[in-house]
């Protein structure tokens, strides 16, 4: 199933896409996974979307291939030192 | 600990082959070992890229560190892993860990022998591990400051691939530091080596394997994050070399020059041949950062 190029901002199948193998979603603008429901996944390409966080992917665990490229990943707790480092290094 | 949130699923996906995460901004600052945490128990996995990101980007060790730790690995950036590449990865990851194991005991060694008033100042201070700017790992700046302080010498040329924090850490003792056209620096400072030192030098075991035949001395260019001796580098080393092999001991008079990389196993050859009191040896710094 390819979903590409479109400008989908959630996308969740309710569980009617469970023998979907191969699901591209490249060029959207997700900013969150829910893949309950693709038992059966096995390509998941999530390129170039808003996706920060990656929580949900743990339910597709027949994934092959996963393409996160191109999203934003979010890191948490800048460490306070780096902070201190940026702010008195003279060389950067 | 910086972390992504939900990254520790990919653990679950135990079939997963290939997993692209090129250019998903993950900053330079981020764990590597926190981001291979997962990976290394996706078994199957063959195919990865971290391209165009920080983390990946910001030190050269970084490949062989993914590489290393990821042994069934077949391709990583686009690239196939080849069996030189994967021995070479192994290697440096393997010269790691001795190198950080030597850190260990050289601070710990140190610490150990200096005056009692002092011990509590320098353990406090060295247990903040100082990564620099070139992402190697390196002794703490009191340990630094306390070294350079306790080198009998009237004239040190320090070499280093840590110029810039060689440069930081000496600021309190600039005084005594005279910087000719940003290519030669002189410690026209004499100070008589204590006992207690001396007696760590004979003392460490570690020195001893310390020969100058291992006295690497590197040219660490903070660009490019990659080891390349220079000519002045080799230079020193051959100087050092026939110096300390014609055992000269003129301690009052003694120059001698003296290279510091960013690594505890020379940091204690360069000891070593301070201590030996060779004599003069002048030599230009290649590179200073601006």
């Known amino acids: ?92 | 600990m910086p972390s992504i949130v939900g990254f520790r699923e990919l653990a679950k996906l135990r079939s997963l082959r290939v997993l692209d995460l090129s250019f998903c901004e993950i900053p330079v600052h981020f764990d590597l070992q926190t981001l291979l945490a997962p990976l290394t128990r996706l078994r199957s996995l063959q195919y990865l890229s971290l391209f165009g990101n920080q983390v990946a980007q910001g030190s050269a060790k970084a490949k062989h560190t993914i590489i290393s730790q990821l042994p069934k690995l077949q391709y990583y950036d686009y690239q196939l892993i080849t069996k030189e590449m994967r021995d070479l990865s192994l290697s440096i990851a393997t010269e790691e860990q001795i190198s950080q194991q030597d850190k260990r005991d050289f601070i710990n060694a140190l610490v150990a022998a200096a005056p009692k008033k002092n011990r509590l100042l320098l353990l406090e201070q060295s247990t903040a591990d100082d990564e620099g700017a070139d992402g190697s790992a390196a002794l703490p700046p009191a340990l630094w400051r306390h070294i350079f302080q306790l080198l009998p010498t009237r004239d040190l040329v320090a070499l280093s691939a840590s110029c810039s924090r060689f440069n930081a850490i000496c600021t309190d003792i600039r005084r005594s530091i005279e910087v000719s056209q940003l290519t030669q620096i002189t410690i026209v400072h004499s100070v008589h080596e204590p006992s207690w030192l001396l007696a760590l030098i004979a003392s460490f075991p570690a020195f001893e394997r310390y020969s100058i035949r291992t006295l690497r001395l590197e040219h660490y260019d903070e660009v490019r994050a990659s080891h390349a001796p220079t000519h002045e580098y080799r230079l020193l080393t051959r100087t050092s070399a026939r110096l300390l092999a014609a055992g000269a001991s003129t301690a009052r008079e003694s120059r001698f020059a003296i290279a510091f990389a960013p690594r505890p196993r020379a940091v204690a050859a360069a000891i070593r041949a301070g201590l030996a009191s060779v004599a003069t040896a002048r030599i230009a710094v290649p590179r200073w950062p601006k």
């Open chain 1, 1 to 92: 199933m390819n979903l590409s190029f479109n400008r989908l901002r959630s996308f969740s199948c309710g569980g009617h896409f469970s023998r979907v193998k191969r699901l591209f979603l490249n060029d959207n603008q997700l900013e969150s996974l829910s893949l309950e429901g693709f038992s059966s996944l096995t390509v998941l390409s999530l390129a170039n979307n808003q996706i920060q966080q990656l929580e949900g992917l743990g339910g597709a665990k027949r994934l092959i291939y996963l393409n996160l490229s191109g999203n934003p990943i979010k890191c948490t707790n800048l460490p306070l030192n780096l902070y201190l480092h940026i702010s008195i290094s003279p060389y950067l």
